[in-house]
């Protein structure tokens, strides 16, 4: 193993835990604070309390352009350290929260934070620090996410029996402080030593990939949208309101609350197991297949009132749901290169946003009038067979350029020279 690639797996490792630790903690831990919350305060409806991931969506949305224009021209590192201090800031100020508007305050916040310290930047720099095994090396770092969420939804639980909902929030926003700024400002590195010399803008200037404006004349490019708006719209109406689905057909709070934390845990190995799949049949392939798993999964939880069902379920959801966030970065790359990628990254992820944002209010306000979440359920199933679709319909970056070029289009640029 060469000193690079040594160095690239101890960024891997850094960005798992990072992962862990402020997705896990931040986002992955809603679904069990939405009933918590319900508890807390009687008197706010299932559409109120959603929109709590919903805001938090949205301000992770529209962070993600300028988070993704950093990202091209700074180090990683003093992006991800920031975030994490936001995210940190924003469960401390939820912990003291006594009305919905300061609630929706925090989660504003702990959008941005999520945003500048997760995914994309952490996609990013394991885009440049690999190749050959981009997609196994993605799949690890990335299911920090839903290694996270396994166990920091355990973490909350016991919180909430312990010490209560708010002491929660100050458990696990201590460890994004202690544990995620020390590690991050250690390991992580934008690029690999060879452009050292360079700033981070004129290293993108070497990259391969089209620029902003070639790629939105792209098919694929639009494709990628949709996608994940799908995503986005189908994983968080579907996984937010779960444990109150479950609750609701008689389980118990602990025992709903375990059942994601299952999910979550199988979440991470499907993570892995798709990105070893990217790897050899193309990220469009690996994210067609989780998209139908998806759909098969969620349609068999209208029998969950039955054990032998939850059985059948948790593996089989749990291993596609959250798969998509780690493939979508890497479709980006295989069909778009990752020359501005941190640009069209941000653009994409607005539609993973606004998807997010509308999911569980959605579902929320399906069961307030319907007061159950069949239809809710089923409208998320209808868009997993579109992202399907849609994912498999796009195409590889040489694809995309000849397409391009034959349309007489500006060409995209493959290897640009070294800045002076």
């Known amino acids: 193993m ?39 305060f009687p008197k706010w409806s299932r559409t109120e309390v959603s929109l709590l991931p919903s805001v938090l969506a949205l301000s992770a949305g529209i962070s993600v352009l300028p988070v993704g224009w950093l990202i091209d021209r700074i180090e990683a590192r003093l992006v991800i350290i920031t975030g994490a201090l936001l995210a940190a800031g924003a469960f401390f100020l ?7 508007v300061t609630m929706i305050i925090a989660y504003l916040i702990l959008g941005i934070g999520i945003s500048a310290g997760t995914v994309l930047p952490a996609s990013l720099v394991l885009a440049n620090w690999f190749t050959e095994r981009r997609g196994l090396a993605m799949g690890i770092a990335l299911s920090g996410s839903t290694v996270g969420g396994s166990l920091m939804t355990l973490a909350a639980g016991r919180a909430f029996q312990v010490a209560g909902w708010r002491i929660a929030y100050i458990v696990l926003g201590l460890p994004m402080i202690l544990v995620v700024v020390p590690l991050v400002a250690l390991i992580v590195r934008s690029r690999p030593p060879g452009t050292a010399a360079m700033t981070v803008a004129q290293g993108a200037e070497m990259l391969e990939g089209f620029e902003t404006g070639e790629a939105l004349r792209t098919r694929s490019f639009w494709y990628i949208v949709l996608a994940n708006f799908c995503f986005a719209f189908t994983a968080t109406g579907s996984l937010i309101h779960l444990v109150a689905y479950l609750e609701g057909l008689g389980y118990r709070a602990s ?12 979440a991470a190995l499907g993570k892995v197991l798709m990105g070893f799949v990217a790897d050899r049949l193309t990220a469009r392939i690996a994210l067609v297949v989780c998209f139908v798993t998806q759909a098969a999964g969620l349609s068999i939880v209208f ?7 939850i059985v059948a379920f948790v593996p089989l959801f749990g291993m596609s749901i959250a798969a998509p966030l780690m493939l979508l970065p890497l479709l980006t790359a295989e069909s778009l ?30 069961f307030d009038i319907t007061t159950s979440y069949v239809l809710a359920f089923e409208v998320c199933i209808a ?37 002076p």
């Open 94 to 100: 939820a912990s003291a929260a006594h009305s919905l």
């Open 337 to 366: 290169g990752i020359k501005r990628y941190g640009v069209l990254s941000g653009l994409a992820g607005l539609a993973q946003t606004f998807g997010a944002m509308i999911g569980p209010i959605v579902a929320g306000r399906i």
């Open 383 to 419: 868009g997993m067979i579109v992202g399907a679709l849609v994912a498999y319909a796009c195409r590889s970056y040489s694809t995309e350029r000849s397409h391009l070029s034959a349309a007489g289009a500006p060409g995209a640029t493959a290897v640009a020279q070294p800045v």
């Open 2 to 40: 060469t000193q690079r690639e040594r160095r690239g797996w101890f960024i891997v490792a850094a960005v798992f835990i990072t992962l862990v630790i402020v997705f896990g903690g931040g986002y992955d831990t809603v679904p069990v604070f939405v009933p918590a919350l319900l508890r807390g």
């Open 255 to 266: 025992a709903a609350a375990l059942t994601i934390s299952v999910i979550f845990a199988f």
């Open 303 to 309: 029998g969950a009132a039955h054990v032998g069902i």
